[in-house]
């Protein structure tokens, strides 16, 4: 009797040790990373299991849904919306959204994907129903922001943060896309052209800048060469003039010599002019030659008087010939 007792508790140690072990590993849940596990006890939320290793009780508790918290992309379906000026366009667009409370994912709305696409799918077409076309095709960054915040305070409920919305494409009616076409090649041509006239202007005026540029450096070039000639018609006329005063002071001495130099210098001058008139080929002088040479002599020996030896040898150097010969120009 003793040995069957002790088998019947043996076995029942077995038994109690094996259901231990059968609830330990009924109770024993492990959350994959990216994931939450709602547990319910009696078919009611009760927590929920982060990523790792989670108990619940056997019998009592069950894991309910198994959450991806991890950032998904809902595909909205292309659909049809009128723009404030009645233009009809198709428009195609992504929804980016992360799943914050499992429980209110869960359990405060039925098929949520669906209810993220039907929400989209309205906001669209209410922003789409607010801009005129050329507004809706140029500001697309201002279409996803104001989609972002409608879409996230409308999600917020059920525990889920929308990250992102993006309009993948805008899509025109056909007619419509052959005007905007046509403008823009219009406006195109019209940019051309005014970027041409303004080229031609811009190289007109650069024309006239150094037309200006050279006439003013002209008229300075020519103020300066006619400084030049008064200055040098200046200096000779101040060298006559002392000379001629020389010649006078001379003659105020009572040195009749001067004044027959002064003389015989202008007829000298005014034969040499003759002589070399551009219209003159020959030129007679009507003098004897006798006459002429005295004169000649008689100005080398006035020079000699008035300026001394080596004014002479210069006057013999330029003296005039004999009266009677011809001068060829």
Same mark, same amino acid.
């Given at each position: 009797?003793?040995?069957?007792?002790?088998?019947?508790?043996?076995?029942?140690?077995? =038994?109690?040790?094996?259901?231990?072990?059968?609830?330990?590993?009924?109770?024993?849940?492990?959350?994959?990373?990216?994931?939450?596990?709602?547990?319910?006890?009696?078919?009611?939320?009760?927590?929920?299991?982060?990523?790792?290793?989670?108990?619940? #009780?056997?019998?009592?508790?069950?894991?309910?849904?198994?959450?991806?918290?991890?950032?998904?992309?809902?595909?909205?379906?292309?659909?049809?919306?009128?723009?404030?000026?009645?233009?009809?366009?198709?428009?195609?667009?992504?929804?980016?959204?992360?799943?914050?409370?499992?429980?209110?994912?869960?359990?405060?709305?039925?098929?949520?994907?669906?209810?993220?696409?039907?929400?989209? =799918?309205?906001?669209?077409?209410?922003?789409?129903?607010?801009?005129?076309?050329? *507004?809706?095709?140029?500001?697309?960054?201002?279409?996803?922001?104001?989609?972002?915040?409608?879409?996230?305070?409308?999600?917020?409920?059920?525990?889920? %943060?929308?990250?992102?919305?993006?309009?993948?494409?805008?899509?025109?009616?056909?007619?419509?896309?052959?005007? =905007?076409?046509?403008?823009? %090649?219009?406006?195109?041509?019209?940019?051309?052209?005014?970027?041409?006239?303004?080229?031609?202007?811009?190289?007109? #005026?650069?024309?006239?800048?150094?037309?200006?540029?050279?006439?003013?450096?002209?008229?300075?070039?020519?103020?300066?060469?006619?400084?030049?000639?008064?200055?040098?018609?200046?200096?000779?006329?101040?060298?006559?003039?002392?000379?001629?005063?020389?010649?006078?002071?001379?003659?105020?001495?009572?040195?009749?010599?001067?004044?027959?130099?002064?003389?015989?210098?202008?007829?000298?001058?005014?034969?040499?002019?003759?002589?070399?008139?551009?219209?003159? %080929?020959?030129?007679?002088?009507?003098?004897?030659?006798?006459?002429?040479?005295?004169?000649?002599?008689?100005?080398? *020996?006035?020079?000699?008087?008035?300026?001394?030896?080596?004014?002479?040898?210069?006057?013999?150097?330029?003296?005039?010939?004999?009266?009677?010969?011809?001068?060829?120009?």
């Amino acid at each position: 009797m003793g040995s069957q007792g002790l088998d019947i508790a043996t076995v029942a140690l077995i =038994m109690l040790v094996v259901a231990i072990v059968i609830a330990i590993a009924l109770g024993v849940r492990t959350v994959p990373q990216g994931y939450n596990f709602t547990v319910e006890r009696f078919g009611r939320y009760s927590r929920t299991l982060g990523a790792g290793l989670g108990l619940i #009780i056997p019998l009592f508790d069950r894991i309910g849904h198994k959450v991806n918290v991890m950032e998904q992309v809902l595909d909205i379906p292309s659909q049809e919306a009128i723009t404030k000026d009645n233009a009809g366009v198709r428009i195609d667009a992504a929804a980016f959204y992360q799943i914050l409370d499992a429980a209110k994912a869960r359990y405060e709305v039925s098929a949520l994907d669906q209810a993220l696409m039907v929400l989209t =799918m309205t906001n669209i077409r209410t922003v789409v129903g607010s801009m005129d076309l050329d *507004q809706l095709l140029s500001h697309r960054d201002e279409i996803n922001e104001r989609l972002l915040r409608v879409m996230d305070a409308a999600a917020s409920p059920w525990g889920v %943060k929308v990250t992102r919305i993006e309009i993948r494409d805008i899509l025109p009616p056909a007619d419509i896309v052959g005007a =905007m076409n046509r403008q823009m %090649k219009a406006e195109r041509e019209k940019r051309a052209a005014v970027l041409e006239a303004d080229g031609m202007r811009q190289a007109e #005026i650069l024309k006239a800048e150094g037309l200006k540029q050279s006439q003013i450096l002209a008229a300075e070039g020519r103020r300066e060469a006619a400084f030049r000639d008064a200055e040098a018609r200046e200096r000779s006329a101040q060298a006559e003039a002392a000379a001629t005063a020389m010649v006078s002071e001379a003659i105020s001495r009572g040195d009749i010599q001067a004044a027959n130099f002064l003389i015989a210098e202008r007829y000298t001058d005014a034969l040499k002019a003759m002589a070399s008139a551009p219209n003159s %080929k020959v030129v007679i002088v009507p003098i004897e030659a006798a006459a002429l040479a005295g004169t000649v002599g008689g100005i080398a *020996q006035l020079t000699k008087a008035v300026f001394g030896d080596d004014a002479v040898a210069s006057r013999r150097a330029g003296s005039v010939p004999a009266a009677g010969r011809s001068v060829e120009g």
